[in-house]
């Protein structure tokens, strides 16, 4: 049932460690979804949300080398695009107009990612 829900969809992943993002692609790509990204920093993700004519649903790394992926949070809210985010800190470092959003602690769990996704899409 997971395959078919993620297959063709565009999800954008946002992470700016390598494998992790690697990993991600991969397994989406196997899913059947159409990956867009990955992209490591904040500017190339406001930028891909802008220019993207259709993202069905998107994973977050919080930090972004220092920069937090809040303001590319908010467009995507804006765009009424669900996303998960993903992080090493508590859920504390989540502002609270973020509070009905998945957040998943690193290391990540992908399959629990891939499940969430489902579930939104």
Known sequence: MTEQTLSNHRI???EDEYLPAMVLQRMLQELGAIVLGPVARLGD???MIRSEPSIDAAVLDINLGGETAFPA????MEQGVPFVFTTGYDETATPERFASTVTLQKPIDISRIVT????VI
């Open 73 to 76: 949070a908010d467009l995507l």
């Open 12 to 14: 954008l992943v946002v």
């Open 45 to 47: 993700a406001l930028e």
């Open 116 to 119: 969430i996704l489902a579930k």
